[in-house]
């Protein structure tokens, strides 16, 4: 930690936004000014109609899209940002999505002959039906991939939260040669740190939504997407588990199949049994974690979600559907428990529920042990020793372009 370095971080969407990517952006950009660097941020913003730079942000006018969860669309070409930019003298541009801010990082690396980091965070495949109808879904997916396989291409240093990425930009056509280094998602560990919560907050939200005081409360927190997996959750709830288990669902979030599963639940009759609180703030959602007992999810599609993890900094352990290319992050009775069908989803609930004080004490310290290490500062030390490898590769790659004559 020597050298300093000046990044520059591209995302289309950042705090106050509640998603995955913002949250990441964010942390990393927290973890990299505590570790002394210099930071930028160039995000896409709806509520601007001229370029301003504030507190290290530099806001770029967006037009929002309002089926890609509300994200802002910026034109990917602007020469007073790139002046902006130019002014900032960044050391690297690391770029974390791949819409117009993406694009524009890109251009920028290359303009200014910089090097290039990109995080591939999201898994498109599963988030196609947002903006293809069915029939053109096979013809989308294939675009997606070769517009992935770009961004990929362009990078000198690519990182993704899970295996998924690796596995995700073969798929793409991504060269082998091309290697994903795996950083896991970081998680606010202090904010989200149990003790933080008193027993009357936790009171208040079981009071809040009718939850019994001796019910075991499960709870799934994210955006409400069909990627999600929440009707998968449902079902098995509905086959396996009973009135007399004495337990709730609590589905905490809100997105465009909120009505679907609310839907879904009256027709499996589980009204009682399953509650949805819509959007709940990030900065408000320590005490509804830390008043449930157990984080469970279905969903395949996430890498390393950052809302799990939130669970486990509050102590819950995680009950996940079992998933090959995320095995790693939930060690059955070690931080969670893991199920693959409605059977073995209700009987790991059933033996949770079933533990005394001192075991739930023993599993839920194990929990928080498995998180700690994903804190702000460690993403800022991980992504560091990434960018120094990207200046390398770029050094090396440079003359390349330049006999090209590619500019």
Same mark, same amino acid.
């Given at each position: 930690? %020597? ?27 927290? %973890? ?43 034109? $990917? ?5 790139? /002046? ?24 920028? =690396?290359?303009?200014?002959?910089? $090097? ?16 293809? $109808? ?90 409400? %997407? /069909? ?50 609180? %819509? ?6 959602? $320590? ?26 900094? =509050? ?11 995320? =095995? ?28 005394? /004080? ?38 090396? /790659? ?10």
């Amino acid at each position: 930690e %020597g050298f300093i370095m000046r990044i520059a971080l591209f995302t289309e969407t950042y705090p106050p936004q509640i998603n995955g990517v913002a949250t990441h952006v964010k942390s990393l950009k927290d %973890g990299l000014e505590q570790l002394g660097h210099q930071v930028l941020i160039v995000t896409a913003d709806i509520n601007t109609r001229r370029h301003y730079l504030k507190d290290n942000i530099l806001h770029c006018p967006a037009l929002e899209m309002k089926r890609l969860y509300g994200y802002g669309l910026s034109s $990917p070409v602007d020469i007073r940002r790139l /002046r902006i930019i130019q002014n900032f003298q960044p050391d690297v541009i690391h770029i974390h999505n791949e819409f117009s801010i993406g694009l524009f990082g890109v251009a920028a =690396a290359r303009i200014l002959k910089l $090097p290039l980091v990109y995080t591939l965070h999201t898994m498109y495949d599963d988030y196609i039906y947002y903006v293809a $109808p069915r029939p053109f879904v096979r013809v989308t997916k294939r675009f997606s991939h070769r517009y992935i396989k770009f961004f990929a291409e362009q990078a000198d240093c690519i990182t993704g939260p899970s295996k998924k990425c690796d596995e995700y930009l073969k798929a793409a056509g991504v060269e082998a040669g091309k290697e994903v280094h795996v950083i896991p998602n970081p998680v606010e560990l202090d904010d989200f740190s149990p003790q933080r919560v008193s027993e009357e907050e936790k009171k208040a939200f079981r009071a809040k939504y009718s939850l019994p005081e001796d019910a075991l409360i499960a709870c799934f927190v994210g955006r409400l %997407g /069909r990627e999600k997996s929440v009707d998968v959750l449902l079902r098995y709830w509905a086959e396996a588990i009973h009135p007399e288990d004495n337990m709730r669902l609590v589905v905490i979030g809100d997105g465009p199949v909120k009505a679907e599963l609310e839907e879904q639940a009256k027709e499996l009759g589980l009204s009682d049994a399953v509650i949805f609180t %819509g959007k709940v703030e990030h900065s408000a959602l $320590p005490p509804y974690l830390a008043g449930c007992n157990i984080y469970a999810t279905a969903s395949l599609s996430d890498t390393n979600s950052i809302s799990m993890k939130e669970g486990m900094a =509050a102590g819950l352990p995680v009950l996940q559907l079992y998933d090959e290319l995320n =095995a790693d992050q939930i060690v059955d009775g070690v931080n969670g428990f893991v199920f693959r069908d409605a059977e073995e989803f209700a009987g790991k609930l059933r033996k949770f529920r079933d533990m005394d /004080r001192q075991q739930r004490e023993t599993l839920c310290g194990s929990v928080m042990e498995s998180v700690s290490r994903y804190s702000a500062a460690n993403l800022g030390r991980n992504l560091i020793s990434v960018y120094e490898k990207a200046i390398v590769t770029h050094s090396e /790659r440079e003359p390349v372009f330049a006999r090209l004559n590619i500019r």
